[in-house]
């Protein structure tokens, strides 16, 4: 035997001896603690749901330091908190068209006073903001100047007026809170009538009388310029078409004296104009084009306007009988559907509400007036409101939210609010002498 073979002999043995099965002492000890001890669930090693590769890399990736995680939660919730006054802070306004919130009335408080009971006078002095719930005010344009005619744009954010100036008007525009004004025309123009803002807020549309005609103009809104439509024909009554505002219809005429039906859009307005139809044209005046016959008379299609959609037209024109009746139009002129009150009344000065769902108007007889209000298809009867007004000199429209209808009467001056679904009216506790012009808001 040689020292090798001893050496094999000694590390068998020991393998043997060390292989052989031992429970240590404390193996007791062992058992009782981990009995203890709540085993982790099986979903919560990424091992079971990650590739191996992936699992491993992160014992490869140094730890990062708390210090630094706190500072980036930190900067994070920051910037969360800046967005979110920043967002806040932005001015939500309406959709140009359909429903929206009621804001203020914008009201001419006249500098003299007005007797409007025979003949009606546009009122000029300072522009007022109404609260129609209160009827407290405030000031939009102020000072010795005098102004009129407000107009507020489709989002409620800006307002246009007319202001009187040596030789003539001027059209300017203002933060619908207040603040400078801005001319949107520079010379003089001989009136100013009819404003309707654009639906992007970019353009008001006007008419101008002269010599017995009523010539459309655009004004640009940042007050770049000013300049009349070469229509070939007098125009009043200007309405952007929803709900881009490509097209402007109007009530146009080829005669003399329309320059008297722009004056005036109460319940009954000029009598004597001739030769009328209704236009289109795109706003940047090209392809005007008569959509009705150009044999309108008097009071004919006095109240013009779109269906939010812009796919209706709602207007109003004598029968055979002579007799006013509303009627319903597609956008090239052809009737779809005619109503009114029957027997001898007129049913003029009709307006839609701002769902396009509804339709209001005053259904004449002599001196008296009832306002109905019926639904655009047709598939209800009329719902007569009690209110009995006196006196054609008066004005109608819906509050922005479609819950009231407002009348300015003009020869017995008074504003009115009315339940269009035939609940009682009130009078308001302001009167607004001319035109109401209501704010819209974001619902």
Do not use: C
Not at 109 to 129: C, R, V
Not at 419 to 439: C, I, Y
């Amino acid at each position: 035997m040689n020292p090798s073979d001893r050496l094999e002999r000694d590390l068998v043995t020991w393998f043997a001896d060390s292989a052989a099965p031992r429970v240590p002492d404390y193996r007791d000890d062992i058992v009782r603690t981990a009995a203890r001890v709540r085993q982790r669930p099986r979903w919560t090693f990424p091992e079971r749901w990650l590739p191996m590769r992936v699992t491993a890399l992160r014992r490869e990736v140094a730890p990062v330091p708390w210090r630094t995680i706190g500072l980036l939660a930190a900067l994070l919730l920051l910037l969360l908190i800046a967005a979110a006054v920043f967002v806040g802070g932005q001015h939500r306004v309406p959709a140009p068209f359909g429903p929206a919130a009621n804001g203020t009335i914008a009201s001419v408080q006249p500098a003299t006073a007005i007797d409007s009971t025979n003949s009606y006078h546009e009122p000029f002095g300072d522009i007022l903001a109404v609260d129609p719930t209160t009827g407290a005010t405030t000031t939009i344009v102020g000072g010795p100047e005098l102004d009129g005619e407000p107009a507020y744009s489709r989002d409620g954010t800006r307002l246009s007026f007319v202001r009187q100036v040596e030789g003539g008007v001027r059209l300017f525009a203002v933060d619908a809170r207040g603040g400078t004004p801005m001319p949107l025309t520079q010379a003089p123009l001989p009136g100013i009538r009819e404003q309707a803002w654009s639906p992007d807020g970019r353009s008001v549309a006007f008419t101008v009388p002269l010599d017995g005609r009523s010539d459309l103009w655009i004004a640009a809104a940042d007050g770049s310029g000013a300049r009349a439509l070469p229509l070939g024909v007098s125009a009043v009554s200007p309405q952007w078409r929803p709900p881009d505002g490509g097209e402007l219809l109007f009530v146009g005429s080829a005669d003399a004296g329309l320059d008297d039906l722009g004056a005036y859009h109460g319940i009954f307005g000029a009598e004597g104009p001739t030769g009328l139809g209704l236009y289109r044209v795109r706003q940047d005046g090209s392809r005007p084009r008569l959509i009705t016959s150009a044999t309108g008379t008097n009071f004919d299609f006095l109240s013009t306007s779109w269906t939010p959609d812009g796919q209706q037209i709602v207007t109003h024109r004598a029968d055979d009988a002579g007799r006013q009746r509303v009627l319903v139009l597609d956008p090239d002129g052809h009737e779809l559907a005619r109503m009114g009150p029957g027997g001898s009344a007129d049913a003029l000065s009709p307006v839609v509400s701002p769902d396009g769902r509804r339709i209001a108007y005053a259904s004449a007889l002599g001196d008296s007036w009832r306002v109905h209000v019926r639904r655009l298809d047709g598939s209800e009867p009329d719902v007569v409101l009690d209110h009995e007004f006196t006196g054609l000199a008066a004005t109608l429209h819906w509050s922005p939210d479609g819950k009231l209808l407002v009348v300015n009467h003009h020869f017995f001056p008074a504003t009115w609010l009315l339940d269009p679904n035939g609940g009682p009216d009130r009078q308001a506790l302001f009167t607004d002498p001319g035109f109401s012009e209501w704010q819209r808001l974001a619902p």
